[in-house]
């Protein structure tokens, strides 16, 4: 039996009659009965008795409907599932995302999209920027929304918004809480190391080796988290980005801005194979609208 020959039957059963069925499949009557007379066709029996206008069914029908209503049931729920995510209303969102947005950007990302959207799952995995890209790459992920990433070959990109690159230092580092602070101003101070922790680690290397300057770096890890911490331990500056330092500011840390600023974009990449979703497009959206109101 087709999908069509289910649909037919299971009205027919539950209505009684042709018309019954007709108008509750918004059909015509002679479509009802074209349909019903092929099932019984490709059947080989007949499904029903016709008795002035009714159709009672047969013994063929009775053994039959316990499992065509199950199968009822199920197109109903896929037809549901259709319109729902459709409208938005639930489906399941796959995202890869870098760690310093699980502080409070994502927290809040995600209260607000659970608020809007309540059906909806949402599977977060936060890693490096490398290990995001290899799980993009993978299929094992929707989106990846990474810090200034490379472009790559049948990825395409989303840029979500523009941060920037802060100090983070030990408020017994100063007299006074410094708004700005300069590559020299750190030079007498101890620096810890992210140099290696990825591309604005990178970044942040690249602008101290153009200043010709030496700067002290006795301390070297490979998480902006752990350099934050180490802050507030007192055991040096860092330079991270404003998320991960505003993320974990205490009352012994102090962030200044960096002179000149250093910005870089934060993306959401997909694979130009598999376009994102409506649903993950209005999670990104949330994204980026909560990162502007943080920062």
């Not at 080989?44 to 063929?60: M, S, V, W």
């Not at 949402?122 to 990433?149: G, M, P, R, W, Y």
């Not at 993320?247 to 002179?259: P, S, V, W």
């Not at 694979?271 to 409506?278: C, H, N």
Request: hydrophobic letters at 40%; proline letters at 4%; aromatic letters at 6%.
């Amino acid at each position: 039996m087709r999908l069509r020959h289910i649909e037919v039957f299971h009205a027919i059963y539950t209505t009684g009659s042709i018309t019954g069925a007709a108008n509750l499949l918004y059909v015509s009557q002679p479509s009802v009965s074209k349909v019903l007379a092929h099932a019984e066709q490709q059947l080989g029996f007949d499904l029903f008795h016709r008795n002035k206008g009714k159709l009672t069914p047969t013994a063929e029908a009775e053994m039959m409907f316990p499992e065509i209503s199950k199968i009822y049931k199920q197109l109903n729920t896929v037809k549901q599932l259709a319109n729902n995510i459709q409208r938005g209303r639930s489906g399941i969102i796959n995202i890869a995302v870098t760690p310093a947005l699980g502080f409070n950007v994502l927290p809040q990302t995600m209260a607000m999209f659970r608020q809007q959207h309540p059906d909806v799952a949402l599977n977060i995995n936060t890693v490096h920027n490398q290990e995001a890209l290899q799980t993009l790459l993978a299929h094992k992920c929707d989106a990846a929304v990474l810090f200034s990433s490379p472009e790559l070959p049948g990825v395409a990109e989303r840029q979500l918004c523009e941060q920037e690159m802060v100090v983070m230092y030990p408020k017994q580092a100063f007299s006074e809480a410094p708004e700005t602070l300069t590559i020299s101003d750190l030079q007498n101070l101890d620096i810890i190391g992210i140099w290696e922790s990825g591309p604005l680690g990178e970044m942040a290397w690249r602008h101290i080796e153009q200043s010709g300057l030496d700067i002290k770096t006795q301390i070297q890890v490979d998480t902006y988290y752990i350099a934050a911490r180490l802050v507030d331990a007192g055991l040096g500056c860092c330079i991270v980005d404003r998320l991960t330092a505003e993320g974990n500011q205490t009352e012994k840390t102090g962030i200044a801005r960096f002179a000149p600023s250093l910005t870089f974009t934060i993306k959401a990449l997909y694979l130009e194979s598999r376009p994102v979703s409506k649903l993950c497009e209005s999670f990104l959206d949330t994204l980026s609208g909560t990162i502007g109101r943080i920062t």
